[in-house]
């Protein structure tokens, strides 16, 4: 089989040695015969992976004591219900920021528990660049944004710690690929396949002290307290989903953890935004001061060159490039298990079709 160069926006391209042990796991797993998904996930050995992705997942994010990880089903589409429950008391009110489609989401769930104020908005841009974020009222339980907007190749470079009040955050699209500063923090979540594992499960970095003060009477599986009370297991974790979470977090940490994956992440973001740069077939979609090194957005000034592009870039093996539908052109998503030679053949292919047009 030819090399496919997979810059998929999610589910995410996973490295080729945790898809291995993953699905040796799925035929049979440890001594007694049984696959991975098929035993009980009370036995010692699940247990065993559950606390091992807990650990690990705090360790390489370098979280403080206060935080208690969870992996719950969901998504991060519930973790925007989720994290307004357990963080606005009865009566109270939260600010977000809107920076797109996902954000929009977040704000939207939210209006069911609190009265929500979005205070800073890059919608007039038409969602090409990060807002600036003020002081926000002190009246609210926290601030929410979207450190990643995976359909615009837009980042947040810092965490907006200038808003003065504690910071909430869904981080799917580019968890574990930069490090952060987490003391304004009290809560992070994050899908997992967008750079941590497959579908299916969604972790949740919560500070444990912050819990239990709403006044609300949380229905079980959406209160965070309870799944801390439960080790992560009130219910039936999504085992493969977790275990592969597992075997990617392992080959994370191999590569010299997030310190590590960053400078990696960082290299292949500047060979792509230099092309887009030179090229003078194309441009980018972001704003440069927000460029997202995860997922790079750009179209062709003449877009009657679609077409003949699109047969070059697919002979060479390069899947998943084609834009969201709201921005058009293309997006390349570099997510972690990316390498950078992928990344230098869609290079090579642009450079090829500027010189052959
Ligand atoms: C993909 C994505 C989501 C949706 O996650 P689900 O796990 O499918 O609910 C939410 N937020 C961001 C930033 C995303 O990129």
């Avoid at 953890?257 to 980018?284: C, H, M, Q, S, T």
Wanted: charged letters at 20%; one cysteine or more; glycine letters at 8%.
């Amino acid at each position: 089989m030819s090399k496919v160069h997979n810059f998929s926006a999610g589910p995410c391209i996973l490295p080729p040695e945790v898809l291995k042990e993953a699905s040796e796991a799925v035929k049979s797993w440890g001594n007694n015969g049984l696959s991975l998904i098929e035993m009980s996930h009370r036995s010692k050995p699940f247990v065993a992976v559950m606390e091992e992705t807990r650990s690990l997942t705090k360790e390489l994010l370098n979280l403080p004591d206060r935080f208690e990880i969870l992996y719950l089903q969901g998504g991060a589409s519930l973790g925007f219900l989720t994290s307004a429950y357990n963080l606005i008391p009865e009566g109270g009110s939260a600010a977000y920021v809107d920076t797109g489609a996902w954000a929009n989401k977040a704000v939207k769930e939210a209006k069911h528990l609190g009265d929500i104020e979005v205070v800073a908005s890059a919608k007039e841009r038409g969602y090409v660049s990060i807002p600036k974020i003020n002081t926000v009222d002190s009246k609210h339980s926290y601030l929410h944004y979207t450190t990643n907007n995976t359909i615009y190749g837009t980042q947040f470079k810092k965490p907006p710690t200038s808003a003065g009040v504690p910071l909430v955050a869904d981080m799917s699209s580019d968890i574990m690929s930069k490090e952060f500063d987490s003391s304004a923090f009290q809560l992070i979540y994050a899908g997992a396949q967008k750079n941590m594992g497959p579908a299916g499960t969604v972790m949740y970095a919560i500070d444990k002290n912050v819990l239990g003060k709403t006044g609300r009477d949380i229905p079980a599986y959406l209160d965070l307290g309870v799944h801390i009370s439960k080790d992560s297991m009130f219910n039936t974790p999504p085992v493969f989903s977790i275990f592969t979470t597992l075997l990617t977090l392992k080959w994370l940490k191999a590569k010299g953890g997030v310190a590590g994956i960053e400078k990696i992440n960082n290299a292949k973001a500047e060979l792509i935004y230099n092309e887009i740069d030179r090229n003078p077939l194309f441009r980018g979609h972001a704003e440069e001061s927000c460029r997202s090194t995860m997922n790079a957005t750009f179209m062709f000034n003449d877009p009657r060159h679609t077409d003949a592009f699109d047969a070059v870039w697919a002979a060479e093996g390069i899947s998943g490039i084609k834009g969201h539908r709201s921005v058009g052109g293309y997006r390349a998503s570099m997510y972690n298990a990316l390498p950078i030679e992928s990344v230098q053949v869609l290079v090579d292919v642009m450079k090829d079709f500027e010189r052959k047009i």
